[in-house]
């Protein structure tokens, strides 16, 4: 629907750091209106991880060099924001923008071996952010350490008029003072996120990463947050139904795609958005208008705003009993062969991905991906910490130490 689309204004987050002096040096790929988790539905083609060309991951999977087998084994990135990911991984960039609505940043960059962070809702400006979910969205920030996202946030946070969600002050600037001493956090370990089909690999990193807390004199604790099983019914309710009011302005008139048909206004609209959109995008507005139709309303969307509270609450729950962060899994396995991902019903496989990362959006909360190790298959772990709302620099300050 945007190919070949150059925007008339540039989006806040873009402008701010071309205010700063950054070089931009491209946009990067990602799943068609960044909806997906793994980065093989966008227009310019899936998104290759450069680890599947590592040595580590070649000589594991005894594959031949790039090149000579290249389309067997490559890894998929994870997304939506893969692209970003992949640059930043690949050294090509210091940073990369993403968009962050249900954990499109901090999933290719667990995937890539990199930082991936989602500020809290209302700390950077969505101003030219094209939206996915409004209520959620927040642009990421993908780094090779948590130092630079720091820096990169510092550029990027404050208040903006031109969106009206954004706070007043955000306590500039994200300076990251080193942790010397841990004894006195409480990090709290979810029970509900121990799913089964977290692979046995990530859980053990997981729960080394709460023992060296632990050792370290941190206080480990057990906590529940007991609406977690709702919480990607619940996103994908209130997505579908957000993307179907979105997506509306899509109708070939102002700007983007205009198919030829000229019988009609709505044949050339249904044309138009047939030719514009893919079938995720087509069957996320079917499914939300569905959801927002008068006898539907009140019984999908009503009780999945009231369903996504409880939620939220959830967590407020476990931060006021004294919990300062959070110590989760980012995603349930390392990154896949592109080929796999694509054998099981790739929507149903990209729902799945987002347990991790979908109930933080819901809640407004910053987030951290911070690599922890590499797997058996030489591939990169992410693990993730999640913050109490507009306590970003707390949250980088503890990820930086575990770095
Ligand atoms: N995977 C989720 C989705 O498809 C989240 C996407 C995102 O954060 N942009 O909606």
């Given at each position: 629907?945007?190919?070949?689309?150059?925007?008339?204004?540039?989006?806040?987050?873009?402008?701010?750091?071309?205010?700063?002096?950054?070089?931009?040096?491209?946009?990067?790929?990602?799943?068609?209106?960044?909806?997906?988790?793994?980065?093989?539905?966008?227009?310019?083609?899936?998104?290759?991880?450069?680890?599947?060309?590592?040595?580590?991951?070649?000589?594991?999977?005894?594959?031949?060099?790039?090149?000579?087998?290249?389309?067997?084994?490559?890894?998929?990135?994870?997304?939506?924001?893969?692209?970003?990911?992949?640059?930043?991984?690949?050294?090509?960039?210091?940073?990369?923008?993403?968009?962050?609505?249900?954990?499109?940043?901090?999933?290719?960059?667990?995937?890539?071996?990199?930082?991936?962070?989602?500020?809290?809702?209302?700390?950077?400006?969505?101003?030219?952010?094209?939206?996915?979910?409004?209520?959620?969205?927040?642009?990421?920030?993908?780094?090779?350490?948590?130092?630079?996202?720091?820096?990169?946030?510092?550029?990027?946070?404050?208040?903006?008029?031109?969106?009206?969600?954004?706070?007043q002050d955000p306590g500039k600037p994200f300076m990251l003072s080193s942790l010397t001493d841990v004894s006195k956090l409480c990090i709290g370990i979810p029970k509900e996120y121990l799913v089964p089909e977290l692979s046995s690999e990530v859980r053990s990193f997981w729960s080394k990463a709460a023992n060296l807390f632990?050792?370290?004199?941190?206080?480990?604790?057990?906590?529940?947050?007991?609406?977690?099983?709702?919480?990607?019914?619940?996103?994908h309710v209130l997505c579908t139904s957000e993307v179907a009011s979105n997506m509306a302005r899509f109708d070939g008139l102002e700007y983007g795609h205009r198919c030829d048909i000229d019988v009609s206004t709505e044949a050339m609209y249904a044309a138009t958005r047939r030719e514009g959109f893919n079938d995720v995008v087509?069957?996320?507005?079917?499914?939300?208008?569905?959801?927002?139709?008068?006898?539907?309303?009140?019984?999908?969307?009503?009780?999945?705003?009231?369903?996504?509270?409880?939620?939220?609450?959830?967590?407020?729950?476990?931060?006021?009993?004294?919990?300062?962060?959070?110590?989760?899994?980012?995603?349930?396995?390392?990154?896949?062969?592109?080929?796999?991902?694509?054998?099981?019903?790739?929507?149903?496989?990209?729902?799945?991905?987002?347990?991790?990362?979908?109930?933080?959006?819901?809640?407004?909360?910053?987030?951290?991906?911070?690599?922890?190790?590499?797997?058996?298959?030489?591939?990169?772990?992410?693990?993730?910490?999640?913050?109490?709302?507009?306590?970003?620099?707390?949250?980088?300050?503890?990820?930086?130490?575990?770095?």
């Open positions: 629907m945007l190919k070949g689309y150059v925007p008339p204004y540039n989006a806040t987050v873009v402008q701010r750091l071309l205010d700063q002096g950054a070089v931009l040096m491209g946009k990067t790929n990602l799943d068609e209106f960044a909806m997906g988790s793994g980065s093989t539905d966008g227009v310019f083609g899936p998104v290759k991880n450069p680890w599947s060309y590592s040595k580590q991951y070649r000589e594991k999977r005894k594959q031949k060099p790039h090149g000579e087998n290249e389309d067997s084994n490559w890894l998929i990135t994870g997304g939506s924001s893969g692209g970003s990911a992949a640059a930043v991984s690949a050294f090509t960039c210091f940073a990369a923008l993403g968009s962050d609505t249900g954990g499109s940043t901090r999933n290719p960059a667990a995937h890539c071996g990199i930082v991936g962070f989602k500020p809290s809702y209302g700390l950077v400006s969505r101003h030219g952010l094209i939206p996915l979910v409004n209520s959620m969205d927040v642009p990421g920030i993908l780094t090779r350490c948590v130092d630079d996202a720091a820096t990169v946030l510092g550029v990027l946070a404050g208040h903006d008029p031109k969106d009206s969600t954004t706070i632990e050792s370290e004199g941190a206080k480990v604790i057990e906590v529940s947050l007991p609406h977690t099983s709702y919480s990607i019914v619940c996103y087509r069957g996320r507005i079917l499914t939300g208008n569905f959801f927002l139709l008068k006898e539907n309303y009140a019984n999908y969307f009503i009780k999945a705003q009231k369903v996504r509270r409880l939620i939220a609450n959830d967590f407020v729950n476990v931060f006021n009993s004294g919990v300062d962060v959070l110590l989760t899994p980012t995603t349930l396995s390392e990154a896949v062969p592109y080929l796999e991902f694509i054998k099981e019903d790739n929507r149903t496989r990209s729902a799945q991905d987002d347990i991790f990362t979908q109930a933080v959006n819901m809640a407004g909360l910053p987030a951290v991906s911070v690599p922890v190790a590499l797997s058996n298959q030489g591939l990169p772990v992410g693990l993730q910490f999640i913050g109490r709302a507009f306590c970003d620099q707390q949250l980088l300050t503890v990820a930086k130490w575990f770095e």
